[in-house]
């Protein structure tokens, strides 16, 4: 069975609750393994994920039909290379009403890709709605939350985003110190880098990404064995 190559979404209704981190995190990640990645940088007035990684990425906006078919042409290409999309809060219905209109996911499990939601949480109520919205209109897809310990009051509304049948337990990014975070937000800076050395993982510049990337690691092996499941009961 040829494993699908994932297209990650990366989506919250809300702003400022680390979105683009967590894209840039996810890219990253798959560089560190020597992985090829395409990125896409859909935050119009704003674009920040394309200054942290020029290399691949691409600035999208989805707010025009032309450019609207360019991006999820893009996304459909039968490259075998994952496909990380950082979806500015701004479009976060429009983004995903065009999903629905044009049967995206289906389209990509044709062409030998799956699509995956990670939704950002925060305790804010519109982010539970959109959070139940989107599992309720999209129930064949993994939609995973995110919990991102940064920001305030975590810990309770974590219980607000329970995990879904087809994508398991929330991830959980850790919080940064506010000098760590200073670091990590120059353009230059880059995870891959530290993750790939030999440092003492004990401290918090080297052991962060690391504990992310092992996140990631993890929900790239829930995904398989999700694929795999309808082969595995029928061998059996």
């Known amino acids: 069975m040829e494993r699908r190559t994932p297209i990650f979404i990366i989506a919250s209704p809300r702003p400022r609750v680390g979105k683009t981190l967590i894209a840039r995190t996810l890219a990253e990640y798959f560089r560190s393994e020597d992985r090829p990645v395409a990125a896409f940088d859909c935050n119009p007035g704003e674009f920040a994920l394309v200054d942290y990684l020029p290399g691949y990425t691409a600035v999208a906006d989805i707010t025009d039909t032309r450019d609207q078919i360019t991006l999820f042409d893009e996304l459909l290409a039968e490259d075998r290379v994952p496909k990380v999309v950082d979806v500015g809060h701004a479009l976060f219905d429009k983004f995903f009403t065009v999903i629905m209109q044009i049967g995206f996911a289906e389209k990509a499990r044709r062409r030998g890709a799956s699509l995956v939601v990670l939704f950002v949480a925060d305790g804010d109520r519109r982010s539970r709605q959109g959070y139940t919205v989107l599992c309720e209109r999209f129930a064949q897809l993994p939609v995973v939350p995110v919990i991102n310990e940064a920001l305030p009051q975590a810990i309770r509304f974590r ?3 329970p995990g879904t049948p087809r994508a398991g337990n929330p991830l959980t990014i850790p919080a ?3 000098v ?26 080297y052991g962060w990404p690391r504990r992310v990337f092992l996140e990631y690691r993890q929900l790239e092996l829930r995904m398989l064995l999700a694929e795999l499941g309808p082969a595995l009961k029928f061998s059996a």
């Open 159 to 161: 219980d607000d985003f």
């Open 176 to 178: 940064l110190s506010a």
């Open 180 to 205: 760590i975070k200073g670091v990590v937000e120059r353009p230059s800076f880059l995870f891959a880098a530290l993750a790939a050395t030999a440092a003492d993982t004990t401290t918090e510049l």
